[in-house]
């Protein structure tokens, strides 16, 4: 008996979202229905909300930001009113919120010079998304070369490391002179205004993102630079993928196994020790590997795809409706077959597709006179495909354009219709031994 996964949104959320990932299909290999897949990706769809649109790249906002970013305001608003004693409550709070909110502006400058070189280099940046563990670009393909992943992966720890140096270099302080003896080693912040105070928690926390950032734990930044170093050094993507994804998990097991460590008190360098610290550094960890090992399933998954011609996967009997019939007689179609599209055809020539969402569209009052053409999708808006088309890049049209089939055209007509599950099935074929 095949066993059902009950967490899927979850582990979904936990993999996030990294260049090319086709994670909903590695979640298809690991036994999930396609009821709990449509599910898990409408969930995802409606997990945040956009902030707007730069340089072409939309930027959206996770739901679970607004966690991590209430737990920096309060932290930096409990610890300015330590520092500064004489600080009205008003201020306190004006100030750590700001300091809060400028900290995500860096982390989304970090993200937005990893997605402006990938531009450059020719991938496509659809969005960046800011969540709990800070950001992510969400570049479409891997690199073209070795070069373009390395210059696309150090630019972002590069800009954190500016930003922190710039914010230090503003504020007009020396860190050296904020090192005192005593028992007292906030004091010397204590004399310093609300503006220098907050430049000086900005800049260290953004050194520290840049430097955390170029730990060789793929697929972390350093990780990605590392693959780019094996990968131009075996000429092999995947393999230098295979070697960054298991330096990625050995740095995961050493934050995991410190945390624990830190929670029954043994001091770490640098991170300290204490069970709050210890928990979020084997959290982190835990998400590190996770992450590690799918990174290294989406090469393996674009590798089983790659140079295999939509053809040889299509569905080439794909049921057909005429455009002018009802919606009524449309759900008699439906009723009688398991598919979610239709092609829409006059003769040989495709006028469009009809699915699901567009009858749902259409009230039921009206399903005696709508006729298909009214709530098909026009093959203007479509994206298609020859059969000699690449599964790979056919892989990343669904993906991009958040669809389920691609229309499979030659010299003008229909021959077929290529759909997710007829991806997944190849993959299931194909995969149990290379995932």
Do not use: C
Request: glycine fraction near 10%; avoid cysteine.
């Amino acid at each position: 008996m095949r066993k059902e996964s009950p967490t899927l949104a979850a582990r979904y959320r936990e993999l996030g979202e990294y260049p090319g990932a086709p994670v909903i299909f590695l979640l298809r290999l690991t036994g999930a229905t396609y009821e709990e897949l449509a599910e898990t990706e409408a969930e995802m769809r409606n997990s945040g909300f956009k902030l707007g649109t730069f340089f072409g790249i939309d930027i959206y906002i996770d739901w679970s930001w607004l966690l991590i970013f209430l737990l920096i305001s309060w932290n930096l608003g409990s610890g300015f009113g330590e520092i500064h004693p004489d600080w009205s409550t008003t201020l306190q709070w004006s100030m750590a919120v700001l300091a809060a909110l400028l900290f995500f502006a860096s982390v989304l400058a970090h993200e937005m010079a990893h997605s402006l070189v990938a531009q450059r280099q020719g991938l496509p940046v659809r969005r960046i998304t800011l969540f709990l563990f800070g950001g992510v670009s969400n570049i479409e393909r891997e690199p073209p070369s070795p070069k373009a992943e390395f210059l696309i992966s150090i630019v972002g720890p590069l800009t954190s490391i500016a930003l922190g140096i710039g914010f230090i270099l503003i504020s007009g302080v020396g860190l050296s002179s904020l090192s005192i003896p005593g028992d007292q080693p906030l004091q010397a912040l204590s004399d310093l205004g609300p503006i220098t105070t907050m430049l000086l928690w900005l800049g260290p926390i953004n050194l520290l993102l840049g430097v955390f950032n170029l730990i060789p734990g793929f697929p972390l930044d350093g990780g990605r630079v590392l693959r780019s170093i094996l990968w131009a050094g075996t000429g092999n993507l995947k393999r230098a993928t295979r070697w960054a994804s298991y330096a990625g998990q050995l740095v995961a097991w050493l934050m995991i196994g410190g945390g624990i460590a830190m929670i029954f008190g043994v001091q770490i360098p640098f991170f300290g020790t204490g069970f709050v610290s210890g928990l979020w550094l084997a959290f982190i960890g835990w998400f590190l590997h996770s992450a590690s090992v799918s990174s290294y399933r989406q090469v393996v998954v674009r590798d089983i795809l790659e140079d295999v011609p939509v053809g040889r996967m299509m569905r080439r009997d794909a049921p057909t409706v005429q455009p002018d019939i009802s919606i009524s007689n449309l759900v008699q179609y439906i009723m009688d077959s398991d598919d979610y599209a239709f092609p829409v055809v006059d003769g040989d020539e495709l006028v469009g597709v009809v699915t699901l969402d567009d009858v749902r569209s259409v009230s039921k009052e009206r399903w005696d006179e709508v006729p298909v053409r009214q709530a098909m999708t026009p093959r203007a808006q479509l994206e298609t495909v020859d059969p000699t088309f690449d599964a790979a890049d056919a892989l990343q049209k669904i993906t991009a354009s958040d669809i389920r089939q691609l229309p499979v055209i030659e010299d003008g007509k229909l021959v077929g219709l290529l759909r997710r599950r007829d991806l997944v099935r190849w993959l299931q074929l194909h995969a149990e031994s290379e995932i």
